[in-house]
């Protein structure tokens, strides 16, 4: 039984305390620490069986019992608690992004290589059984050589605008979940990107140096082109779906909602809005990324998720930003040069 640490007791730490409680087998939470520790968080960590709550993350990295830590505390913390934790002999799950600094980053993957530990990034949904079951298909050659991938994310409702000014914009918050599952479901890389984006749902957003509403395109070294489609508000709910359409087919997903229940009457066709939002829709999701994470450390075998894989989305977040800036297509060459990659 591995023994986990988690650093950050808010929304996401809460996820991942209940998904490690309820569903992974071979892991246990033995500490959670957070700063802003309080009696109602101890109290929930206690319900789930915790047996450590501190508001000192330092007792996570010098307790030898535990061999993973799970960082889900602000995303200015990931890089440097990475480091941090790495050193201090432990194995690693960090929240998406590591960093919004590509040099940050950098810094990462090099302590990764120095210490040997197991890192793995939190995309969680290369682990969701709909975009699993298109990865599948493309890997077996269902849809031969690909084409066209598309993919629509559209969250329910907006984050605060105090959110919105530190989250480093549209591109590395939301569409990097979309930029990694163009990888994932494409195995491909990519090349180039174009975007246009607008403010359609909050001027709000925009006073604060951010759009709400994108188109990207991008080009992949495998010859397909993908289209993401994104909006901070959708009034029916979490909208998720997914295709990739090559010489042979076409495999695509829709959204999941708590029933597939279908109404039908003289007035119309009624079906169940998706599910609201990414708690509902996700859960099994973030278990089954500890599991298999915790699985790499049992069996001594590389993450799904690599340090590279949470390097490569934020360089087309940032070519997509670019873009949108100077209203043109940006080859990742150009950021990678940037930064001497």
Request: aromatic share 8%; hydrophobic share 40%; charged share 25%.
């Amino acid at each position: 039984m591995i023994k986990v640490g988690i650093i950050g007791a808010g929304r996401i730490g809460h996820v991942h305390g209940e998904s490690i409680s309820k569903f992974v087998k071979n892991a246990t939470v033995k500490t959670i620490a957070d700063p802003f520790m309080n009696e109602k968080t101890e109290a929930w960590a206690k319900s789930l069986g915790i047996e450590k709550t501190t508001k000192d993350y330092h007792e996570i990295f010098n307790d030898p019992e535990i061999e993973a830590v799970l960082i889900c505390a602000s995303t200015d913390q990931h890089s440097p608690l990475s480091i941090e934790a790495l050193r201090a002999g432990k194995h690693v799950f960090c929240e998406k992004p590591i960093d919004h600094d590509v040099n940050k980053i950098k810094e990462v993957l090099d302590v990764v290589k120095e210490t040997g530990k197991k890192y793995q990034v939190g995309f969680n949904r290369r682990f969701d059984h709909n975009f699993k079951a298109i990865r599948d298909a493309v890997v077996a050659g269902k849809v031969g050589k690909q084409q066209i991938i598309k993919i629509t994310s559209r969250d329910p409702e907006p984050p605060s605008i105090d959110y919105v000014k530190i989250s480093g914009g549209i591109f590395l918050d939301m569409t990097i979940h979309d930029f990694d599952m163009v990888r994932y479901l494409s195995g491909a890389e990519v090349e180039e990107v174009y975007a246009e984006g607008s403010v359609t749902v909050d001027p709000e957003i925009g006073k604060a140096g951010d759009i709400d509403t994108a188109i990207i395109t991008l080009k992949l070294d495998n010859g397909a082109t993908a289209v993401i489609d994104n909006c901070r508000a959708a009034c029916y709910g979490y909208d998720q779906r997914a295709e990739v359409f090559g010489t042979k087919g076409c495999v695509a997903i829709s959204n999941d909602s708590d029933s597939n229940a279908v109404y039908s009457c003289k007035d119309g066709v009624i079906a169940e809005k998706p599910m609201f939002f990414f708690l509902e829709r996700y859960m099994m999701a973030y278990a089954n990324e500890v599991n298999q994470f915790v699985e790499a450390i049992v069996n001594d075998t590389p993450t799904p998720v690599n340090a590279n894989d949470g390097l490569q989305p934020v360089l087309i977040g940032l070519a997509a930003k670019k873009s949108v800036e100077e209203h043109r297509p940006v080859k990742i060459a150009e950021i990678r040069a940037q930064y001497g990659l």
